[in-house]
């Protein structure tokens, strides 16, 4: 089945605690974002990828890393987390080509830091 | 700059009743407009989209270049439909990475 898939799902962490949220793709896609989801701001990008070694600043990249290293993975990593970092994070690929791709979405994770 | 404006945060409609969820966007060259959904504990995953000019699950969208609009529309709402809307648009670029700006999304809620 084509999917995103990311993990964890859930996660309770405390500040400072360096985390990393895993986001592996079946498709063969170029492109991968992370995006996170908030109340009243909708989703936000926070990095995006559009192949092995090639990725780029969102919208809100401050406070994350990420990398890609293989076409069908592209993790993300809080390196230092803070409360503000607490939210739903969404994983997405979509394919290189025709103009306005379909994005494809992983399911979430939910992170909390405290 | 590209902008995706979603008016109402929550749209409260009844069952049976025509359902239409505001999307507004600004964008200087030509756009491609999406509408995505994300029913409840599910991923968001695409509703339609304007380049397919298709209906699904009887919802419809019209792309309004002049006033820059892309409305969601469905004659009559059923309690399924109970999810939360986000617009989004992309620059109708061939080739390259196009980055794709979201709205902050309206939350239906369809009363029994």
């Known amino acids: 089945e084509a999917q995103v898939t990311q993990n964890p799902r859930y996660l309770i962490t405390v500040t400072g605690k360096k985390l990393t949220v895993t986001c592996s793709q079946n498709m063969n896609h170029e492109y991968m974002s992370w995006y996170r989801q908030d109340p009243g701001l909708g989703l936000r990008q926070i990095y995006y990828?559009?192949?092995?070694?090639?990725?780029d600043k969102g919208d809100v990249p401050e406070g994350y890393k990420v990398s890609r290293k293989e076409k069908r993975n592209f993790p993300l990593i809080l390196e230092s987390p803070s409360p503000n970092q607490t939210s739903l994070y969404f994983c997405a690929s979509s394919l290189e080509g025709a103009p306005g791709n379909t994005i494809y979405f992983g399911e979430g994770s939910w992170l909390t830091v405290v | 700059a590209q902008r995706v404006t979603q008016p109402e945060k929550l749209l409260s409609v009844f069952k049976g009743a025509p359902v239409e969820l505001k999307c507004n966007y600004s964008y200087s060259g030509s756009p491609e407009l999406f509408w995505y959904v994300q029913y409840s504990r599910q991923r968001l995953q695409l509703l339609l989209r304007?380049?397919s000019r298709e209906s699904i699950k009887g919802f419809t969208a019209d792309l309004n270049k002049g006033e820059t609009s892309f409305h969601l529309k469905k004659p009559f709402a059923q309690e399924e439909d109970s999810a939360m809307y986000y617009c989004a648009l992309s620059p109708l670029v061939s080739g390259g990475y196009q980055k794709v700006t979201f709205g902050i999304g309206t939350k239906l809620q369809v009363i029994p």
């Open positions: 990828s559009m192949n092995v070694e090639v990725t």
């Open positions: 304007h380049i």
